[in-house]
């Protein structure tokens, strides 16, 4: 069993940044994929980006490619998302997701393949 815990949202102005921390208890990140969605009210959840347990190898959704940054600290046991430029269609609950995997290249961009889910935090950006 994963538990996932978000940390890092808040409420920021347009074209700032903030960055969100996850992190694994009491599972470490090790053979575990790691994939950030966000969901917004009336809206289904959607990919931000993905990052293999290897951190090699990564993903982004179209809206945030070029802005977000997903990188992992395997010492502190934390994957981070590194958000710049943001727009009020950035304002979601943030989720992290977790899946184990033998192959280190893997990630996943499907909210579906995920099997641990944590209880997200919100971002909210305003004028």
């Known amino acids: 069993q994963v538990r996932l815990v978000e940390s890092g949202g808040g409420l920021v102005k347009i074209g700032g940044s903030l960055r969100l921390s996850c992190t694994a208890s009491?599972?470490?990140?090790?053979?575990?994929?790691v994939g950030w969605f966000r969901q917004a009210p009336g809206k289904e959840r959607a990919f931000i980006a993905a990052?293999?347990?290897?951190?090699?190898?990564?993903s982004y959704g179209v809206s945030v490619k070029g802005r977000f940054a997903i990188s992992r600290d395997a010492a502190k046991n934390t994957v981070y998302l590194q958000m710049d430029d943001l727009n009020f269609d950035d304002t979601a609950v943030y989720y992290c997701?977790?899946?184990?995997?033998?192959?280190?290249?893997?990630?996943?961009?499907?909210?579906?393949?995920?099997?641990?889910w944590g209880q997200g935090t919100q971002v909210t950006v305003s004028t």
């Open positions: 990052i293999s347990w290897s951190g090699r190898r990564n």
């Open positions: 009491p599972h470490t990140f090790s053979k575990i994929a």
């Open positions: 997701a977790a899946k184990e995997t033998d192959n280190s290249a893997d990630f996943y961009i499907h909210s579906r393949t995920y099997n641990y």
